[in-house]
């Protein structure tokens, strides 16, 4: 994958459903030919759980939910997957087109950045392999498939789900980098939330910028491009606002 420049969008914290309404807006812009390839990372506020597009069922017990005095959101994403918790921690997204191959080989490339970037701060991550009560699995950090990417201990680090549009792609992501280990064992109670073993040089920092500029660095080397830093601008908000109202991201 060769393109001369990547947006680059700064880290925003917001609510799910803005979140997923930008992921929406930039896929169709990128479609339309409107925008070029971009790359954002994003963190979540108040705290959610993601549906994967076609997800219809979940516990009920997860509407009642809330962290920190706020009820969590439910969100439904535009691309596929099973339910992702987001707190504590960092999503990215890339959306992009002229990418050659199966999905899985598409996965892949765009994961490659990913695994760079990762092993620069020293922690190797590698594939899962699909098991067998993933699609009956509503969590998505159960069970790794091959487009997920795992620590050494076998515990998943990211997972990422995909949507295509006219054969632009939006693909993008979850790093659970410091989730609230009593948090997440009531939404997951059957699945441990990973534990991210840094090199000594590494520990203390905080994990959110030291994670961004290792990625940042690292999809510039995998995806031969130059990332050029541009914010949203307020007319872009406004039109990502409008595309808020359809609904879209309501979990009904």
């Known amino acids: 994958m060769t393109n001369d420049k990547f947006r680059l969008i700064p880290l925003l914290s917001a609510s799910g459903k803005v979140q997923m309404a930008i992921d929406g807006w930039l896929l169709e812009q990128h479609r339309l030919g409107l925008h070029p390839p971009a790359l954002r990372f994003y963190t979540w506020s108040p705290a959610a759980i993601s549906l994967g597009y076609h997800q219809r069922r979940w516990p009920d017990f997860w509407e009642n939910l809330s962290w920190e005095n706020t009820k969590l959101d439910l969100v439904r994403r535009p691309t596929g997957g099973r339910a992702v918790l987001h707190q504590g921690d960092l999503t990215y997204a890339i959306i992009t087109s002229g990418i050659s191959g199966s ?8 994961c490659e950045f990913l695994i760079v970037g990762w092993r620069s701060l020293g922690v190797n991550l590698h594939y899962g392999t699909a098991g067998r009560g993933y699609i009956h699995n509503p969590n998505c950090f159960a069970t790794p498939t091959g487009a997920d990417l795992l620590l050494d201990n076998g515990s998943k680090l ?41 090199p000594l040089h590494q520990q203390g920092k905080n994990l959110i910028p030291t994670a961004i500029q290792a990625l940042i660095w690292a999809a510039e080397i995998c995806f031969n491009t130059q990332l050029v830093l541009q914010p949203l601008s307020d007319l872009e908000w406004k039109l990502i606002q409008a595309q808020l109202k359809d609904g879209s991201f309501a979990c009904n």
């Open 103 to 110: 999905r899985m080989q598409v996965y892949q490339k765009l």
């Open 158 to 198: 990211i997972g990422s789900a995909q949507v295509y549009r006219d054969g632009a792609i939006l693909q993008h992501g979850s790093m659970l980098l410091q989730p609230d280990k009593s948090l997440f064992s009531q939404v997951f109670p059957e699945t441990a939330p990973p534990t991210i073993n840094l």
